[in-house]
């Protein structure tokens, strides 16, 4: 598992983009539609804002990359508590898991890509 993004889940993406824009300096990389801009740091992780209600609710955490979602899941679905099952997403695949405190744990795959 590589860390590539913190998603920081926000109430109003527009004003969140300005605030990391404006007010810290940083710089947006990419967008994909109008609920998701990953902002770019100074080191390989980026942010990524999301201004979708689910989000909201599950919180804050980092994003890993994995080999295969669909594997890891599979070899952990037992042990782990998932909070949402594997999916598509335009790169690949994406699910969530909580480590023992509920901190969610988003990882995802590149297999489209």
Not at 72 to 85: A, G, S, W
């Amino acid at each position: 598992m590589r860390l590539v993004f913190l998603s920081q889940p926000v109430k109003d993406i527009k004003k969140a983009v300005a605030f990391y824009r404006d007010v810290l300096g940083m710089e947006e990389a990419w967008r994909e539609g109008d609920h998701t801009v990953a902002i770019q740091t100074s080191s390989d992780v980026q942010i990524l804002l999301e201004d979708e209600e689910v989000e909201l609710e599950i919180g804050a955490g980092g994003i890993y990359v994995v080999d295969s979602v669909d594997k890891f899941y599979n070899d952990n679905m037992v042990r782990l508590t998932f909070i949402k099952e594997p999916r598509d997403i335009p790169p690949g695949r994406y699910a969530i898991f909580s480590d023992v405190s509920g901190n969610p744990i988003r990882i995802i795959d590149m297999t489209k890509q």
